[in-house]
């Protein structure tokens, strides 16, 4: 999708000339830039023929409509597994941590941790992840609002930004799951990596990619057709970073 318009045409007309049939994007999710450049490509295969599949998250981010096929994790499910997780373990102060530019996957994630917060009567904290102009997320901010709020779990929008709550948590003295519990998604190799296994909601890559191959044949098979979104149901995966608590909550600044 870096590419122009007029070379993405050429690529989808040599591919389609080629004797492929169709093509399978993985979008940004976010607004702006990116969607627009996947837009570019959206057009070339469809000028050229080619069927396209969108895999995981919608294009142009949350809100927008449906362009093409979509199969991906049921990330409202996932949102609401991990929140009801935490409510269930007896934390009663559960902060969402949200990327500042969220995308379609993370805003379902962020509706699911929100209806599992109504269901169970507790208010919702979300807390915006800020990053600086190189991309790097400043956790100590978040950090900082946790406490302020008296949090004693946090979910990340995703496992990286799970893990970087828990180095900033562990790096101020805190326990976690004693503290603070932490959750978050994808069920990425980092959250085995270490002692302090972290809790996640696994996606189903297998099964995804089962359909998402199924989806295209059905596809190629009803050309016309209304398009379809095709969720699938992760797993929720219990580690150690939200086991029950072990010592009183933390009140104030944690020192």
Known sequence: PNAG??????QARVA????????????????????????????????????????????GGAGSPMLRDLVGTDDLDGGRQVAQHLYATGRTRVTFAA???????????LAGYLHATHVAGREPLVVEIPTDADGRSDFGTVCDRLLAERADAAI??????AFGLMLELLRRG?????????AGFDDQPIGTTFTLGLTTYAQPA????????????????NPTAAYRKLTIPGRLVVRDS??????????????
């Open 174 to 182: 805190l326990s976690v799951p004693g503290h603070v519990a932490v």
């Open 242 to 255: 939200s086991r029950p608590p072990t010592v009183p909550t933390v009140r104030g600044s944690g020192s």
């Open 99 to 109: 990327p500042a530019a969220p995308g379609a996957s993370h805003a379902d994630r």
């Open 5 to 10: 318009s007029e070379a993405l045409r050429k």
């Open 16 to 59: 389609f000339q080629t004797g492929v049939k169709g093509a399978f994007l993985i979008p940004s999710g976010l607004p702006g830039e990116s969607a627009a450049r996947e837009h570019r490509l959206l057009a070339a295969c469809e000028e050229a023929g080619l069927a396209v599949v969108v895999l995981e998250r919608n294009v």
């Open 156 to 161: 990340g929008f995703c496992d990286t930004a």
């Open 206 to 221: 297998d099964a995804i990619a089962a359909q998402a191959v199924d989806a295209m044949l059905w596809r190629l098979a």
